[in-house]
């Protein structure tokens, strides 16, 4: 028969006690927290781009409950946490969103959390050259200007327009997102282009 040294016993006999207190006290933490709340997920809805802000203070977001929200659209619970970190941590966030069921029990949703939602437009589907050449008009008469005073202001070529309006051509993905720009903030893109 073997015997083992008395401190090793010793020593042995601590670290089980050890191990059972700090079993006891998982299981306790683990009761206090709660049974796991399964996040419903949605069965159907669009993919949105949406860039997240906090409403006020990022002190006064409600994390759990804005991961929660993220999480119902499609995200990782993981990423959905990282996400809210982030807004509070650094003030925004951009995020590609696979299941929005409603724009806007999403933007009520996180605004209880204390999260605001702005939703990135989608490009317009423009499936002919009279669609698109009448968009590009739209845009370009939503903030009251000439063909000229658009091309000078907005760095379009004059000629590159006057063929848009006239459905001799049609815009590139690139150009598409730029007007796509200009017609969601007209006056603040006019702004800048003149300010520098």
């Given at each position: 028969?073997?015997?083992?040294?008395?401190?090793?016993?010793?020593?042995?006999?601590?670290?089980?006690?050890?191990?059972?207190?700090?079993?006891?006290?998982?299981?306790?933490?683990?009761?206090?927290?709660?049974?796991?709340?399964?996040?419903?997920?949605?069965?159907?809805?669009?993919?949105?781009?949406?860039?997240?802000?906090?409403?006020?203070?990022?002190?006064?977001?409600?994390?759990?409950?804005?991961?929660?929200?993220?999480?119902?659209?499609?995200?990782?619970?993981?990423?959905?946490?990282?996400?809210?970190?982030?807004?509070?941590?650094?003030?925004?966030?951009?995020?590609?969103?696979?299941?929005?069921?409603?724009?806007?029990?999403?933007?009520?949703?996180?605004?209880?959390?204390?999260?605001?939602?702005e939703f990135i437009r989608?490009?317009?589907?423009?499936?002919?050259?009279?669609?698109?050449?009448?968009?590009?008009?739209?845009?370009?008469?939503?903030?009251?200007?000439?063909?000229?005073?658009?091309?000078?202001?907005?760095?379009?070529?004059?000629?590159?327009?006057?063929?848009?309006?006239?459905?001799?051509?049609?815009?590139?993905?690139?150009?598409?997102?730029?007007?796509?720009?200009?017609?969601?903030?007209?006056?603040?893109?006019?702004?800048?282009?003149?300010?520098?």
């Amino acid at each position: 028969m073997v015997w083992a040294p008395v401190g090793f016993v010793r020593l042995l006999l601590w670290c089980l006690r050890s191990w059972i207190m700090k079993n006891a006290e998982l299981k306790e933490v683990f009761g206090r927290l709660g049974p796991i709340q399964v996040v419903d997920r949605n069965q159907s809805g669009s993919k949105e781009s949406v860039v997240l802000h906090p409403e006020g203070d990022p002190v006064e977001i409600n994390a759990i409950a804005a991961t929660q929200v993220l999480a119902q659209c499609g995200l990782k619970l993981l990423l959905a946490k990282r996400a809210v970190e982030s807004v509070i941590d650094e003030g925004e966030v951009l995020l590609v969103l696979p299941k929005v069921a409603s724009r806007e029990r999403l933007a009520n949703e996180l605004a209880d959390a204390g999260v605001h939602p702005e939703f990135i437009r989608k490009p317009p589907k423009l499936t002919s050259k009279d669609a698109s050449k009448e968009w590009v008009k739209r845009v370009r008469l939503s903030v009251g200007l000439t063909q000229k005073e658009f091309s000078v202001i907005f760095g379009v070529d004059l000629k590159t327009l006057q063929k848009y309006e006239q459905g001799d051509s049609v815009p590139a993905a690139a150009v598409k997102a730029y007007l796509q720009t200009i017609e969601a903030n007209p006056h603040k893109m006019m702004r800048m282009r003149i300010e520098g």
